[in-house]
Nanobody, 123 residues
Framework: VQLQASGGGLVQVGGSLRLSCTAS???????MAWFRQAPGMEREFVAA????????YYKDSVKGRFTVSRDNARNTMYLQMNSLKPDDTGIYFC??????????????????WGQGTLVTVSS
């Protein structure tokens, strides 16, 4: 599976962006996730969605502002980001795997990664 993330850019505080992650190859059987990495920081979990789209999971600080979704017919996952804050700045990566619920926030359980797309929130 190859993943391609897109949709990043420069946005002001309070603004919105929608990221996309398009997959080639088998997509529907994987849990998909978004992670982000700020300069000098470790990569951190942002959101995940199960293969059917029925279950979603979020980092506490983005709950109520971010929404993860997927369109299996288009092999694409999305991350709608609203009310953006400077702390949301970073490179956003999409990933695919089959993690247990207890491990869904860990980078090590995902098999495939996209190249990342940069999100910059300016104040």
């Amino acid at each position: 599976v190859q993943l391609q993330a897109s949709g990043g850019g420069l946005v002001q505080v309070g603004g919105s962006l929608r990221l996309s992650c398009t997959a080639s190859g088998t997509f529907t059987s994987y849990t998909m996730a978004w992670f982000r990495q700020a300069p000098g920081m470790e990569r951190e979990f942002v959101a995940a969605i199960r293969s059917s789209g029925g279950s979603t999971y979020y980092k506490d600080s983005v709950k109520g502002r971010f929404t993860v979704s997927r369109d299996n017919a288009r092999n694409t996952m999305y991350l709608q980001m609203n009310s953006l804050k400077p702390d949301d700045t970073g490179i956003y990566f999409c990933a695919a795997g089959r993690p247990a619920l207890s491990a869904i926030r860990l980078t090590t359980v995902y098999y495939y990664w996209g190249q990342g797309t940069l999100v910059t929130v300016s104040s």
